[in-house]
């Protein structure tokens, strides 16, 4: 039998707490940061608080309707979304890692649940990149200014936007952090533990977050170069200014002078 895991990055932040209130099916398993459905007939659901949604036996039309329905729940929710598959086929003699799928022996619930857990953390890093590249290209179109003109264009109230948003992402990365993390489950479970370490590696989780965290470290870099400028720019502005007044004060002064004379 093939079950297919489908998840969704729908939002930034999806209300949990609100959502289970509401959302009365068969809870399996329950957090402050994430919900697991038991549906029934194979059709599982798991609900994240980091915006997250993953699916195994919904068809697209129940799909698009679950996803209708926790929109209201849903903070900066995101029309264009990204999402990720990932086959699972079972009754195999051996657990086997393949191109966009694994086989493993019995498709038990807490399987399920890890496979799900690894592929939306998969989703979540692609989300994650995609942000982090974003900043990349701002920064390189301003660094790139600076060689050709050499000096900024960004003003003073842009670049704390441009570090605002900077800061939101980082801040975002390590609120979730727990989501790249080994459920309990794995600390207990052989089985599962080596499961999750080998889906782990398949999706190359490790590697992915270490270049999210790395093209952040770059923004940052580039950040405080530009403020730095900003600064001196803003500076020496200032010290213009300073001169400036203080030639027009000596100025009265001569005037002053050679009126009384």
């Known amino acids: 039998m093939t079950l297919r895991v489908i998840s969704f990055q729908v939002a ?3 209300d949990v707490r609100q959502f289970k209130n509401v959302f009365t099916a068969d809870i399996h398993y329950a957090d402050m940061e994430e919900l697991f459905y038991d549906i029934g007939n194979q059709k599982y659901l798991y609900v994240f608080k980091h915006g997250i949604v993953s699916f195994i036996g919904y068809s697209e039309t129940e799909m698009s309707a ?10 900066n929710y995101i029309e264009q979304r990204l999402s990720d598959e990932f086959d699972i086929e079972t009754e195999a ?8 799928k694994v086989e493993i022996p019995k498709a038990d619930i807490e399987t399920l649940r890890l496979i799900m857990l690894n592929v939306s953390q998969s989703v979540a890093l692609d989300y994650y990149d995609q942000q982090t590249n974003l900043l990349l290209a701002e920064t390189n179109y301003h660094t790139q200014i600076l060689e050709k003109k050499g000096k900024i264009e960004l003003g003073g109230i842009n670049l704390k936007k441009y570090i605002g948003r900077t800061l939101n992402l980082k801040n975002k990365i390590a609120a979730n952090l727990y989501i790249f993390d080994s459920p309990e489950e794995t600390w207990e479970n052989e089985a599962l533990n080596q499961l999750d370490v080998g889906l782990k590696k398949t999706f190359e989780l490790q590697s992915r977050f270490r270049n999210v965290q790395e093209g952040l470290g770059i923004v940052k870099e580039n950040l405080e170069l530009l403020r730095e400028l900003l600064q001196n720019r803003n500076s020496a502005r200032l010290e213009w200014i300073i001169i400036i007044l203080i030639l027009v004060e000596v100025i009265n002064l001569l005037v002053e002078k050679l009126r009384l004379h």
């Open 12 to 14: 930034d932040n999806i």
């Open 66 to 75: 679950f996803l209708q329905l926790i929109k209201p729940y849903c903070r």
């Open 93 to 100: 003699p051996s657990v086997i890692y393949g191109f966009s």
